[in-house]
Nanobody
Framework: QVQLVESGGGLVQAGGSLRLSCAASESFFSFNSMGWFRQAPGKQRELVARIYSGGTTNYADSVKGRFTISSDNVKNTVELQMNSLKPEDTGVYYC???????????????WGQGTQVTVSS
């Protein structure tokens, strides 16, 4: 079964940086997008950043200019460089991949287990 393995979360002071990484345990034939979502207690899960197979990116307004998403289409990995972190960036960050294992499979959503990011004042 495909797993998305995340790393890079942790505790950092405001103004600091973290780099999140996510890698699929198995290869994919193709993918539509890879991205990061986050969720804080009592809040809905929200899109942080997403990158499509063609290279187009989307960012939440709250992170524009501070976060950068990148991907390796061959390795099916995605990274999120987070700079100038703020306490409001605190939450559980989830990696998501939309892709298919082969040309005969349907596209499906794959989610990571989530990694905690805590930004202190």
């Amino acid at each position: 079964q495909v797993q998305l393995v995340e790393s890079g979360g942790g505790l950092v002071q405001a103004g600091g940086s973290l780099r999140l990484s996510c890698a699929a345990s198995e290869s994919f034939f193709s993918f539509n997008s890879m991205g990061w979502f986050r969720q804080a207690p009592g809040k809905q899960r929200e899109l942080v950043a997403r990158i499509y197979s063609g290279g187009t990116t989307n960012y939440a307004d709250s992170v524009k200019g501070r976060f950068t998403i990148s991907s390796d289409n061959v390795k099916n990995t995605v990274e999120l460089q987070m700079n100038s972190l703020k306490p409001e960036d605190t939450g559980v960050y989830y990696c998501k991949l939309v892709g298919r294992r082969s040309r005969y499979d349907r596209f499906a959503d794959y989610w990571g287990q989530g990694t905690q990011v805590t930004v202190s004042s």
